[in-house]
């Protein structure tokens, strides 16, 4: 057995071999280019530290910043046809669903919960723009009429956030047909007198816009969000003019009437906590009491 070459060698040769990095490791922030830790970045609520640029959040990721002690109870969403229309483009619908549920971990484009946010009962809703762009299908929208049915069944508040690309081509009429379903169980939650509050993350666009997510007590956005019915590309075609420089955006409709307020997603929390407090007119929050600081002896 020659040792130097088949014990010292291997060992030198694993030693400088090429290490592989994860692939998310470093992310660029998408408005200057700037390379962040991932970890920087997930520690920050998916903000980047440098620009503010609000990335994405899963859904997952969005309850548990939400709710106290990241606990809460899944609400079941009612069952649907897997595929009513048979519909097949590149690939079967059937196909693209599995594929986003393999991906996400969730069955549809959005999740529910319930539980306490800062003390105060809620049920949360939130979209999820990486199971096919957020679209509104049939799942969709019976979870968002389910999460407006148990808001109304344990008189809390709901909370909704929007996060999408439209209603669901492969679903046809059935999709569109969400539009005024959502909007009727808003008016139950309404009628019902308890707040009905909308988050809009980047984007929030077609029919989701055309229905509720249009459609709360309050309307915040998270900064630069995208926000609008048909892309601002499509307007400049259809209407031959250049828009304002950042039309569409949070900032642009905070400041012309449609979107109450911009929010920074750290703020996020308890402005919702506060406003949950403010529009069932819960008793505040009580203060921590700070214990006496000992006399230095």
């Known amino acids: ?38 970890k ?8 980047i530290p440098g620009s503010n640029y609000h990335m994405r959040m899963g859904a997952m990721m969005r309850l548990k910043s939400m709710f106290d002690n990241e606990t809460w109870f899944d609400i079941a969403i009612p069952a649907v046809p897997l595929d009513p229309l048979r519909f097949r483009d590149e690939l079967r619908y059937a196909d693209r669903l599995k594929d986003a549920r393999a991906k996400t971990g969730t069955n549809d484009a959005i999740k ?24 509104l299908g049939m799942a969709a929208g019976e979870a968002v009429i389910k999460g407006l049915e ?27 047909m969400q539009l005024p379903r959502t909007t009727l169980a808003v008016q139950m939650l309404r009628e019902a007198r308890r707040p009905y509050i909308v988050v809009l993350t980047n984007p929030t666009t077609g029919g989701v816009t055309a229905s509720y997510a249009m459609l709360g007590d309050v309307h915040i956005a998270e ?69 006496p600081v000992p006399a230095a002896g």
């Not at 922030?29 to 991932?38: A, N, S």
């Not at 970045?41 to 903000?47: I, K």
């Open 150 to 176: 148990t808001a109304v069944d344990k008189g809390t508040p709901f909370i909704m956030f929007a996060a999408s690309g439209g209603a669901r081509m492969q679903e046809g009429i059935f999709s569109l």
């Open 40 to 47: 920087d970045v997930e520690a920050n609520q998916f903000v």
């Open 223 to 291: 900064p630069g969000a995208l926000i609008g019915f048909a892309g601002p590309r499509v307007i400049e075609q259809t209407i031959r003019e250049k828009l304002p420089d950042g039309f569409q955006r949070a900032e642009y409709l905070r400041d012309h009437g449609m979107v109450d307020m911009v929010v920074n997603r750290g703020d996020l929390r308890p402005t919702l906590a506060n406003l949950c407090r403010l529009l069932t007119k819960a008793r505040p929050k009580p203060p921590v009491e700070k214990l």
């Open 112 to 135: 529910l919960g319930f539980g306490k946010l800062d003390g105060l009962p809620v049920v949360i809703g939130v979209q999820d723009f990486d199971f096919m762009g957020g679209s």
């Open 1 to 38: 057995m020659n040792w130097i070459s088949n014990v010292v060698r291997p060992k030198i040769r694993n030693y400088f071999a090429r290490r592989d990095t994860p692939e998310n490791l470093w992310i660029k922030c998408p408005e200057t280019g700037q390379l962040v830790f991932y």
